[in-house]
């Protein structure tokens, strides 16, 4: 069977109502990235962050999978397909994906905002649409925080990314601008 990878990002769940971050009225038009989207911005105001991603998952969870999602979902049936999607949303799953890499995170997961948040490995399902800083907190004590890559972290999914593409037969780029996607280094 051949190896079919998916490469997802913004515009494939925009169909789906999800807003993006960079398009013209996008949510970096409403706010400032250094503002709800750096540990910084975590340190300084998390209540603030919170919020921001509470709204993002409520969204999210509003939201349905689009027929690209469903289509991707379908070539199951006749190839070995893998996604690595840069959306932190979970509509390829919901399509029925099963091999999904989430490069920046899933906002319906959460972990630890301690020291080493962005190398956890540890995650927790999110039960609706709110986390919050005085109820959720990991094993280690910390209040829990999205399960998303902000500005300045290491994306550790990477090298899943990189390792998925070296023996691929077919790639698909959908919904991107592909900023990065060369860094990749896939065999054609």
């Known amino acids: 069977m051949k190896k079919l990878v998916v490469f997802s990002g913004a515009g494939m769940s925009a169909e789906s109502g999800i807003n ?13 990235i250094e503002d709800v989207a750096t540990p910084e911005a975590w340190k300084r105001d998390p209540e603030l962050v919170q919020r921001f991603y509470n709204e993002r998952r ?19 049936d006749a190839f070995d397909v893998h996604v690595i999607t840069q959306n932190i949303d979970d509509l390829h799953e919901r399509a029925g994906s099963s091999k999904v890499i989430h490069l920046h995170g899933n906002i319906r997961l959460a972990k630890s905002s301690g020291p080493n948040a962005q190398y956890s490995t540890e995650f927790y399902a999110v039960e609706g649409t709110e986390l919050d800083l005085k109820k959720h907190f990991s094993k280690d004590g910390y209040p829990l925080r999205p399960h998303v ?31 990065g996607l060369s860094s990749l280094r896939f065999n054609p």
Do not use: M
Not at 20 to 32: A, H, I, V
Not at 58 to 76: C, T, V, W, Y
Not at 159 to 174: L, S
């Open 58 to 76: 409520k969204n999210i969870l509003s939201a349905r999978p689009n027929a690209a999602h469903r289509l991707i979902a379908e070539l199951e």
């Open 20 to 32: 993006t971050f960079r398009d013209s009225d996008g949510l970096w038009e409403q706010y400032r």
């Open 149 to 179: 890559v902000w500005f300045g972290e290491a994306v550790p999914a990477y090298a899943d990314a990189q390792e998925c593409v070296q023996d691929a037969d077919i790639f698909i780029v959908i919904g991107t601008s592909s900023t």
